[in-house]
């Protein structure tokens, strides 16, 4: 009777969880184990999409308010004060995920320069020549100018490129592919951070919350959710995106950002000129070699 009234029991309690019950319960169970590649579980309250996301939704997060869009008549912007104000608060709350994912990870990994509270940060590469080529002007499709908000490191390709601070990979890319003819100039892009992007990834600083644009890497070795202390090895100089062109020659794009205010908004990620500093930081470097 007992055995009887268990297996009835069982039968009632498959019958409650409908198939959608029943997918959210595995799914539940699933979170509960998911693992944040390549580190260890993570536990409640982290879900995977807030700790990793897909790359279109963080350069959205990423890029400035004032970014403008073709609709096929003009360029018009590509976000609404709503949109904007939204994205500040969704960032803010990814910020501090990242921040507790960057604690648990470096804590269980022990390492030992992962409190390192300072809010400098180091050259990128090893390198004497750099530009302040920041503002500058660049020509883009459809007649469109716009201004280059990123210094260029002009190195070896294939020179390593390092972490300048600690922090998480909020975003990377290196499957891009593209071609360049001289009468088409870029086309066929696909994959990557973006089209003119190419290979990349973007660090977010957690002792200041600032962020860096490492873009037209040829090896990118890291990945979205992987921690990294300043000094780690995150790829490579490339010549991918717009880069590709011949007359461009090897280089980092490095952009640099933190919160502020602009278009009206208090919040946004602004973008800030990264010479003065890597200038600064490269003297160092070399004069340590002396």
């Known amino acids: 009777m007992k055995l009887r009234n268990f297996t009835i029991g069982l039968g009632l309690l498959a019958a409650f969880y409908s198939a959608d019950k029943?997918?959210?319960?595995?799914?539940?169970?699933?979170?509960?184990?998911?693992?944040?590649?390549?580190?260890?579980?993570?536990?409640?309250?982290?879900?995977?999409?807030?700790?990793?996301l897909p790359i279109p939704e963080v350069m959205s997060l990423y890029t400035s308010c004032d970014q403008k869009t073709y609709n096929g008549k003009a360029f018009v912007p590509a976000?609404?004060?709503d949109e904007i104000l939204n994205g500040v608060k969704r960032r803010r709350a990814l910020e501090n995920i990242w921040r507790m994912h960057f604690n648990e990870k470096a804590a269980k990994l022990n390492l030992e320069s992962y409190t390192d509270i300072t809010t400098s940060w180091?050259?990128?590469?090893?390198?004497?020549?750099?530009?302040?080529?920041?503002?500058?002007?660049?020509?883009?499709?459809?007649?469109?100018?716009?201004?280059?908000?990123?210094?260029?490191?002009f190195t070896k390709t294939g020179s390593k490129i390092y972490a300048p601070v600690n922090g998480v990979i909020v975003a990377s890319s290196g499957n891009w592919t593209g071609s360049w003819t001289r009468r088409k100039g870029l086309h066929d892009v696909s994959g990557g951070l973006g089209a003119i992007t190419g290979n990349g990834a973007i660090l977010f600083g957690?002792?200041?919350?600032?962020?860096?644009?490492?873009?037209?890497?040829?090896?990118?070795?890291?990945?979205?959710?992987?921690?990294?202390?300043?000094?780690?090895v995150i790829g490579t100089v490339g010549k991918t995106g717009n880069a590709m062109s011949?007359?461009?020659?090897?280089?980092?794009?490095?952009?640099?950002?933190?919160?502020?205010?602009?278009?009206?908004?208090?919040?946004?990620?602004?973008?800030?000129?990264?010479?003065?500093?890597?200038?600064?930081?490269?003297?160092?470097?070399?004069?340590?070699?002396?």
Request: aromatic share 8%; proline share 7%.
């Open 246 to 290: 011949p007359r461009v020659p090897g280089h980092l794009h490095l952009a640099y950002k933190k919160p502020g205010t602009e278009c009206g908004i208090e919040g946004v990620l602004v973008s800030e000129n990264p010479y003065p500093k890597l200038k600064e930081t490269i003297a160092s470097q070399l004069a340590q070699k002396n």
């Open 22 to 52: 029943g997918k959210n319960l595995i799914d539940g169970i699933k979170q509960s184990n998911f693992y944040s590649a390549p580190f260890s579980p993570l536990s409640f309250p982290y879900k995977k999409e807030t700790v990793v």
């Open 122 to 153: 180091t050259s990128p590469v090893n390198v004497s020549w750099v530009t302040n080529n920041y503002n500058g002007l660049r020509a883009r499709a459809r007649g469109r100018v716009e201004l280059h908000r990123a210094t260029d490191i």
């Open 206 to 232: 957690i002792n200041n919350t600032i962020y860096f644009l490492m873009a037209h890497l040829k090896d990118v070795y890291v990945r979205a959710g992987d921690v990294v202390l300043k000094g780690d």
């Open 79 to 81: 976000k609404s004060t």
